[in-house]
């Protein structure tokens, strides 16, 4: 990665003195006139940009770790050794360590939506081991990103939360219909649950808020499947109808069905992530740039 001091404000670089000078967030926020959440606020985010643990904090203030003292040495000694202190920090951390950003989604939304940023992703990001996680329970979304297991969860759900640390953004939202290929099955304008009884409805395992309960009550013949990819499949080779989004039905040249009283269902891709971590902004902001 190149290191652009331009990144680091003259700012952070002053307050981090401060703090390390008067060993105290309290007392280098009383010395400095602001709050000394602001300034925590502050040395996290000079931590973050850095990529390195500067303070170890203790009931008593904070102490500077060997990279901390480092910055300190350098940065202490004037204006002039800002961009030096910086560029120091930078490469000692990046040449004796690789952050890990670990990325939750199920394989679709991995193919569609991950895997055509990551060459951008690893240009930018030289010093990042990028590691990919099964998909995560809609229940478990708030856990596993507070306690950092996971960096980036990418799912099709609805889940809202109002912790102000966790962000959620549409990625896109698609709306969900049954499909038939035209080679095998050939309909009228508008079809019945009646019309369908012979033949298999390929559908998605789901649970809770998402439950297709109704289906296993309306259709007689069903092959559930994991992921929207063997459901694609099946229906190319003409197995059955199937229920997929209107962007696979668009991209694979199937025909949709009319199927009297049925609602499409809409599903939403969206993307969590801790308010603080920069990589998972950027990268769901490179998601959402190219598919606009």
């Known amino acids: 990665m190149e290191l652009n001091v331009s990144n680091y404000s003259y700012d952070a670089i002053k307050y981090f003195i401060s703090v390390a000078s008067h060993g105290s967030l309290l007392r280098a926020s009383y010395s400095l006139g602001i709050s000394q959440s602001a300034l925590s606020q502050s040395m996290k985010n000079l931590e973050q940009s850095l990529n390195v643990k500067l303070f170890n904090r203790n009931t008593r203030g904070v102490?500077?770790?060997?990279?901390?003292?480092?910055?300190?040495?350098?940065?202490?000694?004037?204006?002039?050794?800002?961009?030096?202190?910086?560029?120091?920090?930078?490469?000692?951390?990046?040449?004796?360590?690789?952050?890990?950003?670990?990325?939750?989604?199920?394989?679709?939304?991995?193919?569609a939506y991950v895997f055509p940023m990551m060459n951008?992703?690893?240009?930018?990001?030289?010093?990042?081991?990028?590691?990919?996680?099964?998909?995560?329970?809609?229940?478990?979304?708030?856990?596993?990103?507070?306690?950092?297991?996971?960096?980036?969860?990418i799912d099709k759900t609805?889940?809202?939360?109002?912790?102000?640390?966790?962000?959620?953004?549409?990625?896109?939202?698609?709306?969900?219909?049954?499909?038939?290929?035209?080679d095998f099955f050939h309909f009228n304008d508008i079809a019945t649950i009646k019309d369908l009884e012979k033949l298999p409805m390929i559908i998605k395992e789901r649970t809770g808020k998402n439950d297709n309960s109704w289906m296993r009550v309306s259709f007689k013949r069903l092959i559930i499947c994991r992921n929207d990819e063997s459901i694609l499949k099946l229906i190319k080779k003409g197995i059955g109808i199937g229920l997929c989004s209107n962007t696979l039905i668009e991209d694979e040249k199937l025909k949709i069905l009319n199927l009297k009283d049925y609602k499409p269902t809409k599903r939403t891709v969206e993307a969590f992530y801790l308010d603080s971590n920069h990589i998972a902004k950027e990268f769901v902001d490179e998601i959402i740039k190219s598919i606009s």
């Not at 930018?124 to 995560?136: D, G, H, L, R």
């Open 120 to 153: 951008n992703m690893v240009t930018k990001y030289n010093n990042v081991n990028f590691e990919f996680a099964p998909s995560i329970k809609e229940n478990d979304i708030v856990k596993n990103l507070q306690s950092e297991e996971i960096d980036l969860i």
């Open 63 to 111: 102490i500077l770790t060997n990279e901390g003292k480092k910055l300190y040495e350098l940065a202490k000694k004037g204006d002039s050794y800002f961009r030096e202190s910086i560029i120091s920090t930078l490469r000692t951390n990046q040449s004796i360590s690789l952050k890990t950003f670990k990325i939750s989604a199920p394989q679709s939304l991995l193919n």
């Open 158 to 182: 609805n889940a809202k939360f109002v912790l102000k640390e966790i962000v959620v953004r549409t990625i896109t939202e698609n709306n969900y219909y049954f499909a038939y290929n035209p």
